[in-house]
């Protein structure tokens, strides 16, 4: 084979495969705005199976979108039992095996959750898209989606999305090597047309208070010092898409929350300054693809949290510092 | 992660320790030095008086060079002298007629997460001083560090991070990580130098 | 000394040479007096970086500890040959089992601070004298399940700390007594992180029900207060 054929052979591959790339990355972009819509505004209920590391829950899901609103009810159907409500007036997350019932009542607090989209992103210059095929998941084909970073940063997923609806049926986020770090399958799904009011009754906790007292806005004397915390290194490609002092269930003095995105993944940087009386100790969690790192800084309680690498969260963690 | 870190920490440390039992002395000192900060923090959680604590710390050391015969390197060296630290400890509060604390002290924890806002109440005066001026010229000197330098110092030092981690985080070659840090810690020595002399 | 001899005693500070090159440098740094000074600036560099307390600092600990040891009488001295058992054997023997029974007091400390919380709780929120005595563990065995415990492999893959949380959990879940406030349950850290994940599902990762299945997974660490 000439020289020049060669050449004209490798300039031929090397157009269809970019072309490939780029008619993946408009038809799964077309697939994630189908998921986020299906997943936001569809009737439907279902069980489906959380596989986090060598755990496993079996899961209920009951979500409805009507004139009330979008409301979800999750729950444990087996294994210790753990329930979350969510509507768009609260969130209430029960978890007795860990002594905890967590409520966020805030219309003000969630609605400001939308600032910015928080739909996948095939934006992203940090990964690669592609479709993989299709699936048969609970009775329904799908179809795969691929999305594969291009450092070590972040995670890769795999997500099967119902074909006619997008809705995700299957999810895998795998680590550079291609390992699952966790994986969440359908085995069950039913699209009613209205799903039962009773299922997201939360009268037994109506009595309660929100977690920080019901204020809507935080007001104490913590809140000076929060903005001088300033972010040192970020994985490239994160930015920050919101950086606002917020009510958080758990605490009782105010919490700033910094988001970072890069268009995949998330991650949450929360700073907060303990109330006198109040003890917190360092730790390091990982559940999945979820890792999360806490310390106490200059008499500050700083924590990383999100679906990226644990070396991911302890960079940004190192650089977390406090202006003078 | 910490976790790599304290796998390959067995090595120098087991190697330190076949010299200690050879007779070359001075190999202890090089372990006393490593883990001495380790050692009179959890002390400290047990025993309030820094005094004391620098005591009871001496003598653990002191128990676990003369123990040395029994150490097979089952476990870490670090986990057998916290050990013998907390039992040492443990030992001297009964002594002196004081109620044992109430709640256990994970090893892990104590090595990487103490909490150390009660002993910087309890130090004193004079140690204060010396330590809290060689904390800020190590402060200063990481501000004025590079990036790069004070990133990999700083997960090396604070956050335990191997190497290979330290590697993938900043996303370049371990050998790249091993001169970065070098690099770092003799700016920084520089700068501390006439503070120690 | 160049800057490569150096750089590898920082990456022996570390462990972080290979086998070979560990034991060719401890030898190094046990014949060289200037090695040992600037590892022990390194030493004390991790120290003033990690905010150690003042007292670990101090600058001549070490020559006190040697200065003991080369006091010991010959016996004890490991240039004779010591190979004999000694006391500090059967200290750090005594400390195993010793943290393995504070460790065990400690869970059930923790569940009894809980408790007590939890009922304490109830009382203040309701403003009503509630005559609610803490559940003996032998009547929270009497609950019945409320869910199939058997599914999913979770017991067996479970760490044997988590194996003792059970006796707690019956006594407190929604169905067996009345729900209790937020902010006032589990650890401060447990809440705090509870709280953050929540937080981060809602208003940080991505629209799908992959975040809150997210918090259902997570193991939360249970632990004792302070």
């Not at chain 1, 799903?195 to 000076?224: C, K, Q, R, V």
């Not at chain 2, 003369?66 to 916290?82: E, V």
């Not at chain 3, 803490?134 to 492999?153: E, S, Y």
């Given at each position: 084979m000439s020289r020049v054929l060669l050449v004209l052979l490798l300039l031929l591959v090397a157009t269809q495969s970019y072309s490939a790339v780029a008619d993946d990355r408009e038809a799964v972009s077309r697939l994630l705005e189908k998921m986020a819509s299906a997943s936001q505004s569809l009737n439907y209920t279902g069980t489906f199976t959380f596989v986090n590391g060598d755990k496993s829950w079996t899961m209920q899901i009951v979500h409805g979108f009507d004139k009330q609103g979008e409301r979800e009810y999750l729950s444990t159907i087996a294994g210790e039992l753990r329930k979350v409500y969510r509507d768009d007036h609260s969130l209430i997350s029960v978890i007795p095996d860990k002594e905890l019932l967590l409520v966020e009542k805030s219309a003000t607090e969630r609605s400001a959750a939308d600032v910015f989209d928080r739909q996948f992103s095939t934006q992203s210059d940090y990964y690669d898209y592609y479709l993989d095929g299709v699936e048969d998941i609970a009775g329904y084909t799908c179809q795969v989606v691929s999305i594969v970073p291009r450092d070590s940063h972040r995670f890769g997923y795999r997500l099967c999305l119902e074909a006619e609806t997008g809705l995700l049926l299957k999810s895998q986020v795998v680590d550079k090597a291609?390992?699952?770090?966790?994986?969440?399958?359908?085995?069950?799904?039913?699209?009613?047309?209205?799903?039962?009011?009773?299922?997201?009754?939360?009268?037994?906790?109506?009595?309660?208070?929100?977690?920080?007292?019901?204020?809507?806005?935080?007001?104490?004397?913590?809140?000076?010092?929060?903005?001088?915390?300033?972010?040192?290194?970020?994985?490239?490609?994160?930015?920050?898409?919101?950086?606002?002092?917020?009510?958080?269930?758990?605490?009782?003095?105010?919490?700033?929350?910094?988001?970072?995105?890069?268009?995949?993944?998330?991650?949450?940087?929360?700073?907060?300054?303990?109330?006198?009386?109040?003890r917190y100790h360092a730790s390091r969690e990982h559940s999945g693809a979820l890792n999360t790192l806490m310390s106490i800084k200059q008499g500050f309680v700083l924590a990383v949290i999100g679906e990226v690498p644990d070396t991911t969260i302890t960079a940004i963690h190192a650089g977390l510092k406090l202006a003078p | 992660m910490s976790k790599g870190h304290e796998n390959t920490a067995r090595s120098s440390d087991e190697e330190l320790i076949k010299r200690v039992k050879a007779g070359e002395r001075q190999a202890f000192d090089i372990l006393v030095g490593k883990y001495q900060s380790k050692i009179i923090t959890l002390v400290s959680r047990y025993v309030k008086d820094p005094h004391q604590a620098l005591d009871v710390s001496q003598e653990a050391f002191?128990?676990?060079?003369?123990?040395?015969?029994?150490?097979?390197?089952?476990?870490?060296?670090?986990?057998?002298?916290?050990?013998?630290?907390?039992?040492?400890?443990?030992?001297?509060?009964?002594?002196?007629?004081?109620?044992?604390?109430?709640?256990?002290?994970?090893?892990?924890d104590a090595e990487q997460y103490a909490d150390y806002h009660e002993l910087k109440d309890t130090a004193t005066p004079e140690s204060m001083l010396l330590s809290e001026e060689i904390k800020l010229t190590v402060s200063s000197a990481i501000k004025h560090l590079p990036e790069d330098l004070k990133i990999a110092i700083t997960l090396r030092e604070l956050e335990g991070l191997t190497y290979e981690a330290i590697a993938e985080a900043m996303d370049c070659p371990i050998g790249t990580v091993r001169s970065r840090i070098f690099r770092a810690r003799e700016a920084i020595g520089k700068v501390l130098a006439p503070l120690l002399n | 000394m160049g800057n490569s001899y150096q750089e590898r005693l920082s990456a022996w500070a570390d462990d972080e040479l290979g086998g070979f090159e560990t034991r060719r440098m401890t030898d190094e740094v046990l014949k060289s007096e200037a090695l040992r000074s600037r590892l022990k600036h390194y030493q004390l560099i991790g120290s003033a970086i990690r905010d150690e307390p003042a007292v670990a600092l101090d600058q001549s600990f070490s020559d006190r500890v040697m200065a003991e040891i080369a006091a010991l009488p010959e016996e004890e001295q490991w240039d004779l040959g010591m190979e004999t058992e000694v006391s500090a054997t059967d200290d750090s023997r005594r400390g195993v089992s010793w943290l393995k029974v504070l460790a065990g007091g400690a869970i059930a400390a923790s569940v009894a601070l809980i408790s007590l919380t939890v009922l304490k709780s109830?009382?203040?929120?309701?403003?009503?004298?509630?005559?609610?005595?803490?559940?003996?563990?032998?009547?929270?065995?009497?609950?019945?399940?409320?869910?199939?415990?058997?599914?999913?492999?979770?017991?067996?893959?479970?760490?044997?700390?988590?194996?003792?949380?059970?006796?707690?959990?019956?006594?407190?879940?929604?169905?067996?007594?009345?729900?209790?406030?937020?902010?006032?349950?589990?650890?401060?850290?447990?809440?705090?992180?509870?709280?953050?994940?929540?937080?981060?599902?809602?208003?940080?990762?991505?629209?799908?029900?992959?975040?809150?299945?997210?918090?259902?997974?997570?193991?939360?660490?249970?632990d004792e207060e302070p």
């Open positions: 291609g390992q699952p770090k966790e994986q969440l399958i359908f085995n069950r799904l039913e699209l009613p047309e209205k799903t039962p009011d009773i299922h997201f009754s939360t009268a037994e906790y109506d009595w309660l208070p929100d977690a920080a007292g019901g204020a809507g806005e935080p007001a104490d004397n913590t809140l000076d010092l929060l903005p001088r915390w300033q972010l040192g290194w970020l994985p490239p490609g994160f930015e920050v898409k919101q950086d606002k002092t917020r009510v958080v269930a758990g605490s009782r003095s105010a919490v700033r929350h910094i988001v970072l995105d890069d268009g995949v993944a998330a991650i949450s940087v929360f700073i907060k300054q303990p109330l006198n009386g109040e | 002191v128990k676990a060079y003369k123990g040395l015969a029994t150490f097979r390197g089952d476990s870490a060296f670090y986990t057998w002298l916290y050990r013998i630290a907390i039992n040492t400890a443990k030992n001297h509060l009964v002594a002196e007629g004081r109620r044992q604390p109430d709640s256990a002290i994970d090893v892990q | 109830i009382h203040s929120l309701s403003g009503v004298e509630q005559p609610l005595a803490p559940q003996p563990v032998a009547d929270v065995t009497d609950i019945k399940p409320l869910h199939d415990n058997t599914v999913a492999g979770t017991v067996a893959s479970m760490p044997p700390s988590d194996l003792a949380k059970p006796v707690s959990s019956p006594s407190i879940a929604p169905q067996a007594v009345k729900p209790i406030p937020p902010a006032m349950q589990g650890s401060a850290n447990a809440r705090l992180l509870g709280g953050y994940l929540a937080t981060h599902a809602e208003h940080a990762a991505r629209r799908t029900m992959l975040p809150r299945a997210r918090i259902m997974g997570f193991d939360i660490p249970v």
